[in-house]
């Protein structure tokens, strides 16, 4: 479907198993670099979880298997001996309920870097003012650095998470239902900031929201019940998708 050189990830047969649970299904997808990939599908369908097989998140829950491959630029993620933590640096995770630390927005975007040997005080600045303007939050925060994180709102929490990711230099976004907490306006900032950084990043969002998958992706996947639906450009899956579980599911008529 696409140019093999446009692909950052792929997943072949991909299966994963909470003990017994099979939550996916043979799935195999491809993610286009410098794109943003929505999930879509009803509550339970696996998005979440696939979203997490694509930096080995699942592994911190117990009694997880996963079986088939992640080709993250064409190297599989899961071949044994691979180094975690530089995987999750390079693809990052943001989750539906903000989660700053409980330290100032200095602190939480100078965290990661610091963990990875930054001490510096220009160049930490430095990477903390990049991140927070690279997640659309600086002009808000520049004059309250040391103030606490969590007295920002929700939608600025959300951005400054997302700055925080950006901080350790990641190459893949990971966004799991990123605005369902947040209010309209603060959505509309969060989707303007996904165009924005798919052009530096590749991004996968999952949302709920049809509207806002047909606004910010160029590409949709549709998951049900631990399976890979259909994936295409968001218009063609909008209009004309192949399987008509898609299309009821798109215009309402299940989930
Ligand atoms: P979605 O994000 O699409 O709502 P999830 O990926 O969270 O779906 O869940 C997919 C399936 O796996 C669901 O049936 C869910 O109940 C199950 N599941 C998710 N997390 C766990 C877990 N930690 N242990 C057992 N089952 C789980
Ligand atoms: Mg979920």
Redesign the pocket.
Known sequence: MYRMEDVKIRTVMLNLY??K?R??RDVGLCVRANAVTA?I????????????SLNRMNEL????RTTGSVYLDGTDIYTPGADVTKLRRRVGMVFQQPNPFPMSIYDNIAYGPKIHGIKKGPVLDGIVEKSLRGAAIWDEVKDRLNKPAGRLSGGQQQRLCIARTLAVEPEVLLL??PTSALDPASTLKIEELMRELKKRYTVVV?THNMQQAARVADDTAF?LE?ELVEADRTRTIFTHPRDTRTGDYITGKFG
């Open positions: 909470y003990g649970k939550a996916l999930l599908g009803p509550s339970g369908c696996g998005k979440s979880t696939f979203l997490k829950t117990d009694g997880v799991d239902e999952v998951f631990g």
